[in-house]
C-alpha cells in the first residue's frame, strides 16, 4: 500500500487567495483526520471523519476553513481566504479502527500564506 | 477536553546512552496509549502502544512503562542513536471522542 498521499506536498500563496488541501486515505481505512501543524501549538485535530461523514469539527479554526469527503478514497481541506496565519504543515492521517488507535500519517502540505 | 503534558519539551542525549521521555496524562478513563516518533519534514509515526492492563512492554531498543496511579507514561530508548533524532507525542483520547490530543511533543536531538 503506498500509505496516506497528500498534495500539493508545499504550497506558496498571497493573502487572500483559496488554498485547496487533498488526501488519499488508505484503502479500507474508515477513519481521516486532518491536523494542523505549527511550532507554537504543536499538533492540532481540526476535524475528522468516519466513513465520509464528518464527525467533530470543534478543531476547525473558522469559517474560512472546510472540510469534505465525498467518497471513501478522497477528502480535501479548503482555507478561503487565506491568511498569514494560516501557513503551517497540514497533515491528514488515516485509522482502520478510530483515532484512539493507531493512526497512519501523511507526509503534510506545507502552507506558505505570504 | 483532557490534556496531556510533556515534561521537558527538549531532550539531549549523547549517542550510546539510553534516553528517557516522560508524559503525563489527566484521563484517568484511558486505557490505551501510543508513543508516535516524527521525524524532520515527515508525519508522526507509531512506534509502540500499551494497554492499561499493563505496567510494561518492550519494543527493539524501546520499553515503555505505564503508572496508571500517578498518570504517568515513559518511553526508554536503549543506545540512543541520530536517527532516534526525533519529535515524540504521547497522545491521548479525548474524553467521550474518538481522537487524540496530541499537543507540541518532545523533541529529542542526539548529539554524536
Known amino acids: 500500500d503506498a500509505g496516506v498521499i497528500q498534495s500539493p506536498r508545499h504550497e506558496v500563496t498571497e493573502m487572500g487567495q483559496e488554498v485547496t488541501l487533498r488526501c488519499k486515505p488508505i484503502?479500507?481505512?474508515?477513519?481521516l483526520f486532518w491536523y494542523r501543524q505549527t511550532m507554537m501549538r504543536g499538533l492540532e485535530l481540526l476535524i475528522y471523519f468516519n466513513n465520509n461523514v464528518p464527525i467533530d469539527d470543534s478543531g476547525m479554526p473558522e469559517d474560512r476553513f472546510s472540510a469534505k469527503m465525498p467518497n471513501a478514497s478522497f477528502s480535501t481541506l479548503k482555507i478561503q481566504p487565506s491568511e498569514p496565519r494560516d501557513s503551517a504543515v497540514y497533515f491528514c492521517?488515516?485509522?482502520?479502527?478510530?483515532?484512539?488507535?493507531?493512526?497512519?500519517f501523511g507526509p503534510g502540505t506545507r502552507l506558505t500564506v505570504l | 477536553g483532557e490534556s496531556v503534558g510533556l515534561h521537558l519539551p527538549t531532550l539531549s542525549v549523547q549517542e550510546g546512552d539510553n534516553s528517557i521521555i516522560n508524559c503525563a496524562y489527566s484521563?484517568?478513563?484511558?486505557?490505551?496509549f501510543i508513543w508516535y516518533k516524527q521525524e524532520s519534514g515527515k508525519g508522526p509515526q507509531f512506534i509502540i502502544d500499551?494497554?492499561?492492563?499493563?505496567d510494561k512492554r518492550q519494543g527493539q531498543r524501546v520499553t515503555v512503562l505505564l503508572n496508571k496511579t500517578v498518570k504517568h507514561l515513559s518511553l526508554q530508548i536503549a543506545a540512543t542513536q541520530p536517527g532516534d533524532s526525533a519529535v515524540y507525542f504521547c497522545?491521548?483520547?479525548?474524553?467521550?471522542?474518538?481522537?487524540?490530543?496530541f499537543g507540541t511533543g518532545t523533541r529529542l536531538t542526539v548529539i554524536p
Open positions: 492521517a488515516s485509522s482502520p479502527r478510530g483515532g484512539a488507535y493507531e493512526q497512519f
Open positions: 500499551i494497554r492499561s492492563n499493563m
Open positions: 497522545p491521548t483520547p479525548q474524553t467521550g471522542a474518538n481522537n487524540l490530543f
Open positions: 484521563n484517568s478513563a484511558s486505557d490505551y
Open positions: 484503502s479500507g481505512h474508515d477513519y
